[in-house]
């Protein structure tokens, strides 16, 4: 069976493959994004910018065969994925509305010379390696400020999501985009040392699991490549006080078990001061149990199946490991009988921060609850992690969760939200959470060439 293939993960029924790309393939791939970004990185900034509008649109009007394939491939539910789209399509508009003014030259002081300025270039071909847990907006906020940059991209997607990386590929080729800037490839991922060596590839960006960064960094390393990692993350999500606690639990658990809890910045654990824990706890039992788990199309579902039959083994697996080290299973944390990768969402409590659980991201459905004795034992707690991706800060006062929110160590920092993303305002971690910046202004500095120009009369 090829490796790349679409299996429902509603029914568990296999639907597509896709064969891999050979070894010998390859250095295609790289001629025809070299040569396509020989001519691409001359086209004019308002081109380019044009055709990132018209594929804008035409993810616009494609928004539901695109959520259907993506609901196929890996769960995702359907207004959810319109969710997704819709980010995509916003993304394209706001790097096609802001490179200009990100992509014009810096001017210095001068400094001794009669000038002195820094234009800022494209590298050159690019590989993407993107999760499917956000098959289109993973690849789309690497890959859309780079075509402004004027870069090449050869992208690897998840191999449970061959279709609709293909699909991503084709709205742009109608949008207009040259043949050869961006290509998709179904690549087995050890060959990805056979792009990142090739000198004319300069840089790659990877969003996905910690083993996965640190193998093809390291490789890349070898051959001084540019990164960026988007990695996991255990985010906290600190409770410090509320006037309405149920409504607080039901829309954290909400959002954690968006996307069946497959979200690097989902709000993993959940840190709730001592006066608030049991109510807290109790409704989050409540909000967990009332969702409802079905197919990705059911009108009515809540939480959809997770991504793969591997995928749903291995968090059963870890919530068991979690209750065998002393953690309190209150709901949930099992398959269900029936076909497709279903699984109940899970609420944990009593967990060790120095278990596996405690230490590890957990990518799933699965609310993690636990206790702090007051706020400075919360922020300890949330501080006692090696990620740093989100976190976020629940209070009325909103004075008290910008002082408590500065102190917590991560990329990312939301007051009263969590799992917030956008073009206009950057995203990235920090620690195992991986390095580099995605979105805004920072998108566009990732894989550029700062070539500095001092000008002596
Ligand atoms: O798994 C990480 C993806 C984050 C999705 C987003 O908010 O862009």
């Known amino acids: 069976m090829s490796k790349f293939a679409?299996?429902?993960?509603?029914?568990?029924?296999?639907e597509e493959e896709f064969a891999s790309v050979t070894k010998e393939e390859i250095p295609g791939y790289i001629d025809r994004a070299h040569e396509a970004h020989l001519s691409w990185k001359e086209t004019p900034l308002h081109e380019r910018a044009t055709i990132l509008r018209k594929f804008a649109d035409l993810v616009d009007a494609n928004a539901d065969e695109m959520t259907d394939i993506i609901g196929r491939e890996m769960g995702k539910v359907k207004k959810q994925g319109l969710?997704?789209?819709?980010?995509?399509?916003?993304?394209?508009?706001?790097?096609?509305d802001n490179a200009a003014t990100h992509l014009a030259p810096?001017?210095?002081?001068?400094?001794g010379a009669a000038s002195s300025y820094v234009r800022h270039q494209p590298l050159g071909v690019l590989l993407g390696i993107m999760p499917w847990n956000f098959p289109y907006n993973q690849i789309a906020r690497f890959v859309l400020p780079n075509l402004m940059v004027g870069n090449a991209i050869i992208m690897k997607q998840a191999s449970i999501?061959?279709?609709?990386?293909q699909y991503f590929e084709d709205l742009l080729t109608e949008a207009g985009l040259p043949k050869g800037v961006y290509q998709n490839i179904y690549l087995d991922s050890s060959h990805a040392e056979e792009v990142l060596k090739d000198f004319r590839v300069k840089g790659f960006s990877l969003t996905g699991s910690e083993g996965a960064g640190a193998s093809v960094a390291s490789i890349a390393a070898k051959y001084y490549k540019r990164a960026v990692l988007e990695l996991g993350g255990n985010d906290p999500a600190v409770v410090l006080d509320s006037k309405d606690v149920p409504a607080l639990a039901k829309k954290l658990v909400g959002l954690r078990l968006a996307n069946a809890g497959q979200v690097c910045t989902s709000p993993?654990?959940?840190?709730?001061?001592?006066?608030l824990y049991d109510e807290f706890l109790a409704e989050a039992v409540k909000a967990a149990e009332a969702t409802k788990v079905s197919t990705f199309d059911d009108p009515e579902v809540g939480m959809g199946p997770v991504s793969s039959e591997g995928a749903r083994d291995d968090i059963v697996a870890m919530i068991d490991k979690a209750v065998s080290d002393g953690a309190t299973l209150h709901t949930g944390g099992k398959k269900l009988d029936r076909p497709g990768w279903f699984m109940s969402p899970a609420v944990i409590s009593d967990i060790d921060p120095k278990s596996?659980?405690?230490c590890n991201e957990l990518f799933g459905p699965a609310v993690m609850v636990y206790r702090a004795k007051d706020e400075e034992d919360a922020l300890r707690l949330a501080n006692d992690t090696e990620y740093g991706l989100m976190s976020s800060v629940w209070t009325d006062d909103l004075e008290k969760g910008e002082e408590f929110g500065a102190k917590i160590n991560a990329g990312m920092t939301l007051i009263n939200s969590h799992m917030e993303s956008g073009p206009e305002y950057p995203f990235g971690g920090i620690n195992r959470s991986g390095y580099g910046r995605e979105n805004a202004q920072w998108a566009f500095q990732a894989f550029t060439n700062e070539h500095l120009i001092r000008v002596h009369a």
């Open 6 to 14: 679409v299996t429902n993960a509603n029914t568990g029924e296999v």
């Open 161 to 165: 999501c061959p279709k609709s990386s």
């Open 356 to 358: 596996d659980l405690g």
């Open 83 to 96: 969710g997704e789209v819709d980010k995509v399509a916003r993304t394209a508009r706001w790097m096609a």
């Open 106 to 111: 810096t001017h210095l002081a001068a400094a």
């Open 268 to 275: 993993k654990r959940m840190i709730v001061v001592d006066s």
